[in-house]
């Protein structure tokens, strides 16, 4: 996550980049994307494209990038990027 992290540029940013191996989060959020087209390229146990704005371990808004026929959101992933997050800010 650090180098993902870094490659992004986020030093020094409100942003926080958090790994989940045991897709313990993800499925607390319910988003675990489990549609069969991603799930066979991408395995199990992924989430979906999502932002989440959290302020004091409180949860102010949560922004999935999905669609019908599109359960990844790579159509329109536009929620779930920095414009769409901070759009509910």
């Given at each position: 996550?650090?180098?993902?992290?870094k490659s992004q540029r986020t030093a020094l940013t409100m942003l926080t980049f958090l790994g989940d191996p045991h897709s313990e989060l993800t499925k607390a959020l319910d988003v675990e994307l489990t549609?069969?087209?991603p799930v066979d390229v991408l395995g199990a146990g992924r989430c979906k494209r999502f932002a989440m704005h959290v302020v004091d371990g409180e949860i102010k808004a949560i922004n999935i990038s999905e669609g019908p026929g599109d359960p990844a959101g790579d159509k329109d992933p536009s929620a779930s990027l920095a414009d769409g997050i901070m759009a509910t800010m």
């Open positions: 996550m650090q180098n993902w992290a549609d069969p087209g």
